[in-house]
């Protein structure tokens, strides 16, 4: 049925090290975070609506508040 979990797991690194490059590029061309974060929001809720429907949409998002307070979403800060 395709992808191993391992396979899926550096897929999302991938694809997060490749969005983390653009944002920081995007920070520094004078784009705010927010404005950054709202865009990136509206892209990605679109994409998925477009490939799961609006009914699964809401059904994920209802659930975002928990896995946010759970810290899920904390991205630790890394000192260079």
Do not use: C
């Not at 974060?37 to 508040?65: C, I, K, N, R």
């Amino acid at each position: 049925m395709g992808e191993s979990d391992d396979g899926l797991g550096a897929q999302k690194q991938e694809a997060f090290a490749r969005l983390s490059a653009v944002w920081q590029a995007a920070l520094g061309d004078g784009i705010e975070p927010d404005i950054l974060a709202h865009v990136a929001l509206f892209a990605a809720l679109g994409d998925l609506v477009s490939t799961y429907g609006e009914a699964a949409v809401a059904d994920f998002a209802q659930q975002l508040p928990e896995r946010i307070h759970a810290g899920e979403f904390t991205i630790p800060l890394v000192l260079n």
